[in-house]
């Protein structure tokens, strides 16, 4: 059974990027009802289980698997000021 809420609750979809209402007395799909962290919310006073359940594996063995690939920002250059920004010969 799906837990359902006690209150109505504003979340915002992060699909969509879009306020979403929850109903009192209704079980929110999980993706939203994680974003509902107050227990108060709830009837019974506890968050639900919005773990998601573990894939199964296809027995290929490689395929998804591999972590992805973290993307890093270019460095920035430095703020400082140099002799040529200052307008001065270095003498």
Do not use: C, F
């Not at 837990?3 to 979340?11: G, S």
């Amino acid at each position: 059974m799906a837990a359902k809420l006690a209150a109505a609750v504003y979340v915002t979809d992060p699909d969509t990027n879009q306020t979403v209402i929850l109903e009192a007395g209704t079980s929110p799909e999980a993706r939203l009802a994680a974003l509902v962290t107050n227990p108060a919310a709830w009837e019974d006073g506890k968050l639900p289980d919005t773990t998601p359940a573990e894939p199964t594996p296809t027995g290929d063995g490689d395929a998804d698997t591999e972590p992805a690939a973290r993307k890093t920002a270019a460095k920035k250059p430095a703020r400082g000021r140099t002799t040529a920004a200052e307008g001065t010969s270095g003498q």
